[in-house]
């Protein structure tokens, strides 16, 4: 089997998700090149996609169409995709590490009789078949894992590999929608904004995040002072705001808020993956927690190895009479 | 028509973990079970205490001491259990295991199959969604709310930037659900008397054979690319270093700086 890869592109409202991009890299680094690589696009008119073949740079742009897939859903887009790879040839199916990715991969890896390697930031080729490294243990650990069959199916995290460059579609087939809206299972109703409570997290300088080894709801009035003396706003990793200390608005990582402030300063936070990768962008990192092989460490630029309950007041204290 | 969670037993988040060889040092674990599987029973409670499910069944694949998150679903409230015995190595490829649980669920009249959104050790993130493509049953993953409407279940699934997606599937369905979609209960002590006389079926699973899907490598510590400075000390000398690093590698000022 040939070492082309298909990606999974996804629309944005401003074209192709920066997500897109990176998996066209990624892609083009496993297939040898940018000639190997495939991308397919869902779409209900392959006319609302005439502007997207200029930026979608991909040796073959295959374009499912039908009115099933005129809305996104977890079969729709699961069908096209195996359409796609059919019709391509693909040895290996390439899409990204998010809700959408949740849906679809495990719906195409069930369908081609393997697993889907997930949550990937590295991929490569051995001559029994594909590896991928991965996140296991809530980030604490790197796995590689074979998939020893082909095609093989992976979902890739944000920021693992660069984005290629917009560029225009070598070659455009136009495929029909193996499925019919009848067909379908599952129907997109709406996307709406969950509502935010007026904090815009991605637009502060400072974010000081909250995360469960701060114990409980009542110890986040430190983390609160401490955001106030610098000048900052109060973000938190999934687990505080799943346990109701804060509202999910205020959720960081790849279900929540992506931000990128020029201070980020993470108190009690492990540092798993899916919180890594929305903050990574943040200019200057500080981490406190008392465990020294945590994996926040590994993204901080400074770190502070104790007890939160003691270290953030101290820093507060610190910040206020250094002024 | 009947609600099943899919369970999984895994080593307490608490342990220290140890690599060895292409997975962890299993010796001296205590395990339970997966947090984000208390979510799926509890959400598969709630579908029968509202009157959507006849009986609610929680499946696992693992080895026999696993038997003890089946117990603890039947403390929560759970009618009973369904225990795939395999040796736990064979854990490691989430289509072998999945192929088993989706034979077991073909089995028990399932109108809604519920999963956690990924086990916190492998964390593949993906069983639920295999189960559903094995049988041809829709899928929704990430789901932070589900309700009965008309004979479909609408799902509330949280996509990225705070949006959510409202989906409406068609039964049978299995929803991979994330933590925070319910409050799970706790077993009362009359759940754990009650728990003792529910049956569990314990079914034998042939071990793999083919090449599955996905084995396992290597596992290892995150390498440390951009690792922290840490700074020494007592808690009030690293918080007084701190501070002037913090104004640097930002470049800003903070509130109380003297203008």
């Known amino acids: ?323 | 028509m009947n609600a099943v969670a899919l369970v999984k037993q895994v080593p307490d988040r608490n342990s220290a973990f140890r690599p060895a060889g292409d997975w962890i040092d299993e010796s001296s674990l205590g395990y339970g079970i997966n947090d984000y599987d208390r979510y799926a029973v509890e959400a598969a409670l709630a579908l029968k205490e509202a009157g959507h499910a006849a009986e609610t069944v929680a499946v696992t694949a693992g080895p026999a001491d696993a038997g003890q998150v089946l117990r603890s679903c039947l403390a929560m409230g759970v009618d009973r259990g369904v225990h795939l015995i395999t040796e736990r190595a064979h854990l490691a490829d989430p289509f072998f295991v999945a192929r088993a649980l989706a034979e077991a669920v073909s089995k028990l009249d399932a109108g809604v199959v519920i999963a956690g959104l990924l086990a916190e050790d492998s964390g593949h993130g993906q069983v639920g969604g295999l189960v559903a493509g094995l049988l041809g049953f829709s899928f929704a993953s990430a789901a932070t709310g589900m309700e009965f409407r008309d004979g479909r279940l609408e799902v509330h699934r949280e996509l990225e930037g705070g949006r959510i997606a409202v989906v409406e599937l068609r039964l049978p369905a299995v929803v991979a659900v994330q933590t925070g979609i319910n409050t799970p209960r706790y077993a009362s002590l009359r759940g754990i008397m009650a728990s003792r006389r529910k049956p569990v079926e314990r079914v034998e699973l042939a071990a793999p054979t083919d090449g599955g899907g996905l084995r396992r490598v290597t596992l290892s510590k995150p390498e440390r690319g951009a690792s922290a400075e840490i700074l020494p000390g007592s808690p009030q000398e690293a918080a007084a270093a701190l501070v002037p690093r913090m104004r640097a590698g930002a470049g800003i000022s903070f509130p109380g700086d003297a203008a």
Not at chain 1, 75 to 95: I, N, P, Q, Y
Not at chain 1, 123 to 149: C, I, M, N, Y
Not at chain 1, 198 to 220: F, I, K, M, S, Y
Not at chain 1, 287 to 315: H, Q, S, T
Request: net charge negative.
């Open chain 1, 1 to 323: 089997m040939s070492r082309r890869a298909l990606v999974l592109a996804e629309r944005s409202e401003s074209g192709i998700t920066d997500a897109s991009y990176e998996l066209l890299e990624a892609a083009s680094q496993l297939a040898g090149g940018p000639e190997g690589v495939s991308a397919v696009l869902p779409v209900g008119d392959a006319s609302d996609a005439e502007g997207l073949r200029e930026v979608l740079p991909a040796a073959e742009l295959l374009l499912v169409e039908g009115p099933a897939l005129a809305a996104p859903t977890a079969d729709g887009t699961a069908a096209a995709v195996l359409h796609a790879r059919e019709a391509s040839g693909a040895a290996c199916v390439l899409l990204p590490h998010d809700p959408v990715g949740w849906d679809v991969a495990p719906l195409v890896a069930a369908r081609l009789g393997t697993a889907a390697a997930t949550a990937v930031s590295a991929l490569f080729w051995r001559a029994d078949g594909l590896v991928a490294r991965r996140s296991a243990f809530l980030g604490k650990f790197v796995q590689e894992v074979l998939a020893p069959g082909l095609p093989a199916v992976a979902t890739v995290e944000r920021g693992a590999f660069p984005a290629r460059e917009p560029g225009p579609a070598v070659s455009v087939r136009i495929l029909p929608s193996p499925v019919g809206p009848d067909d379908l299972r599952s129907r997109l109703v709406e996307v709406r904004d969950s509502g935010t409570g007026g904090v815009d997290l991605t637009a502060a300088d400072v974010v000081v995040a909250a995360g469960r080894g701060l114990g409980g709801p009542e110890n986040l009035e430190i983390v609160r002072e401490l955001a106030r003396a610098l000048g900052g706003v109060v973000g938190a990793s999934r687990a505080v705001t799943d346990a109701g200390w804060l509202p999910h608005e205020l959720q960081i990582g790849s279900s929540g808020a992506t931000v990128s402030p020029k201070l980020y300063v993470a108190c009690a936070i492990s540092g798993a993956i899916q919180h890594l990768v929305g903050m990574r962008g943040s200019r200057f990192v500080v981490a406190i927690n008392k465990d020294p092989d945590a994996p926040i460490f590994g993204a901080a630029d400074v770190g502070i190895v104790g007890d939160a309950l003691e270290v953030i007041p101290l820093v507060t204290e610190a910040v206020r009479s250094s002024g």
